[in-house]
């Protein structure tokens, strides 16, 4: 392996690493609905997250729960735990559906059928990324009954770069911290816990610290839904390096003209690189109220990051080799450790040599002028 494709291996996999895959029960952001209510088991009480609160139909033809999860989603996987008081057996032949439909039951496809569920269980279905905006589970047939006593709906979020990175704001209007921008939650039913917002002041900002350079193809940016939507107009998008003004003076990837309330709206950024992602509006007596902000690109190694300096034969491609093992760690892959396994042969004599060859492809030692062993621990 070449100098050249070292380093597109590891700007893959540090692109990859980026990667969000824990699926995440989006449920509780959306609203719930039955067909008939039993006296006060209503259709909410399936997303309180409580086993002992359930919901009931009444006997009735073609019974069913619907789940409005107030735009589309593909649905990784839907879970339902039965009732354990009684009458686990009305669960019997539920149908999960996932669509976009919502006058219609059976205008939208099946995820799954259910076929029975244990008194008091959870069991999980399956969907394959079957995208819709509402979620149904109906009984088809007469004289039914339909209980549920939770129901859970997961989505994976690939690709999101703003993911459990550092944010923060220029000020805090009560809760709506920061952090609520990147929490995966839009803030269609509850803006005041899942959105962020600053108070009123001169040049309002908001800014997320990627870790790592990355050049940022595109951001989304989703706006508040029950009032306010005015509020993101004028925004600038800034991309950049710098924490100069606060990362306010890097350059813009795209001006917010307006953005509908509840509306997600993405900016093309071709691949400008950086650190820091800036929401920023400049003026008086400005408010900055940002429901989910996204971060879509890729990660950026250059060969001016590989420096060498003379100690004893040691070359600096092991900092930059523990820089590489802190992003593992950042990104989760915490049993990886570099460490260095002996000395090198040989002192470098020259700031510009550059090993031929790192990685051996069977030992993993990295040869001639660094000698370096990358190990998994178990």
Known sequence: MNLRDFYKSLSFLLGKFSLELIPVNIATWGTADQSTSYYNWYAQNALDGKRYTCTNTELQSDPWWKLDLMKTYSVNRATITNRRDCCESRINGAEIRVGNVSSNVFSNPVCAVVSTIPAGASFSYSCHGMKGRYVFVNIPGTSKILTLCDVGVYVIFPDNLATGRTVTQSSTFGHWSA???????????????????????????????????????????????????????????????????????????????????????????????????????????????????????????????????????????GIWLFTLQSALVEQGFSDEMLQRSQPPEQKVMRKEAVPREFVHQNTGKLKKNVDFEIQLLK
């Open 179 to 317: 952090d609520h921008a990147i929490d995966f939650n839009p803030g269609l039913t509850n803006s005041w816990s899942s959105c962020s917002s600053t108070i009123v002041q001169t040049n309002p900002w908001w800014r997320v610290d990627l870790r790592y350079i990355y050049r940022v193809s595109r951001v989304v940016i989703t706006n508040i839904l029950d009032c306010c939507a005015e509020r993101i107009n004028g925004a600038e998008i800034r991309i950049g390096n710098s924490l100069e003004n606060n990362g306010n003076n890097n350059p813009i990837c795209a001006v917010i003209s307006s953005i509908p309330a509840g509306v997600s709206s993405t900016y093309i950024c071709n691949n400008m690189e950086g650190r820091y992602v800036n929401l920023f509006i400049p003026g008086y007596s400005k408010y900055l109220t940002l429901c989910e902000v996204e971060v879509y690109g890729e990660g950026v190694i250059k060969q001016a990051d590989l420096v060498f300096w003379e100690n004893n034969g040691f070359t600096a491609v």
